[in-house]
């Protein structure tokens, strides 16, 4: 069955340090992988998505079949980036039908 | 635009009543998903609907759970003889098209809060 894992329930950093989330899948298909990001007292956003390979607020995040991963990275963490991430897996189906991981809560400190 | 619209924010149900949320998609989206979040779960997708037809309801419970999009007004989720287990966050999410169409992305409500008491 398909499945997310956000092992990290909480990434804490400091300012300028770089960060990475991690984001392991479990699809038997070809995956279609979201991150997304919400900020306090705001509403779930769309960060990136791997098929466009873009970099968004400095995040970058690349598909790795073989370690089945897809982790978010930033080289330098600003204190405005401190939000919940979410890991998420398209599969098959409708284009709603996303599996969410649990979440990571990125806090970067002054 | 004021983005997608969920209500009420909170809403408090004893075990056995019905519990009825609400979501008004973005101007011209005729899309809706809805997501249910368990404590400490991360979302799970639920159903998919267009104007008046549901396309995809596989994450559905089987019993209890039904959602409309009707051609006029929001979007209902509907759960009948609700159960403590119901409490979690609904979330609605509304998008402009269809997967591969380019206009796919989904912009998420501020979700709905249920607690069964």
């Known amino acids: 069955a398909q499945r997310v894992t956000q092992p990290e329930k909480l990434l804490s950093v400091f300012k300028g340090a770089p960060v990475e989330l991690k984001c392991n899948y479990s699809?038997?298909?070809?995956?279609?992988l979201f991150w997304y990001v919400q900020y306090s007292r705001q509403r779930l956003q769309l960060l990136l998505r791997?098929?466009s390979r873009e970099s968004i607020k400095g995040f970058t995040a690349d598909l790795n079949k073989g370690e089945t991963s897809f982790h978010l990275k930033k080289p330098f963490a600003q204190e405005e980036d401190s939000a919940m991430y979410y890991c998420?897996?398209?599969?098959?189906?409708?284009?709603?039908?996303?599996?969410f991981g649990k979440g990571t809560k990125l806090s970067v400190k002054p | 635009n004021a983005g997608v619209m969920q209500n009420p924010r909170h809403l408090v149900r004893r075990r056995g009543q019905e519990a009825r949320l609400r979501c008004s998609p973005m101007k011209g989206h005729s899309h809706v998903y809805w997501y249910r979040q368990l404590p400490e779960e991360g979302l799970k997708f639920m159903v998919y609907l267009q104007k008046e037809n549901i396309i995809d309801e596989s994450g559905m419970p089987k019993e209890r759970f039904s959602a409309e999009f009707p051609k006029e007004g929001p979007s209902i989720l509907r759960i009948q003889q609700v159960v403590r287990g119901d409490s979690a966050a609904y979330f609605c999410?509304?998008?402009?098209?269809?997967?591969?169409?380019?206009?796919?992305?989904?912009?998420f409500g501020s979700g709905t809060q249920l607690s069964v008491l």
């Open positions: 999410a509304s998008s402009p098209g269809q997967a591969g169409s380019g206009n796919e992305k989904l912009f």
């Open positions: 998420a897996l398209r599969y098959g189906g409708s284009q709603g039908n996303l599996i």
């Open positions: 699809y038997s298909g070809s995956p279609e």
């Open positions: 791997h098929i």
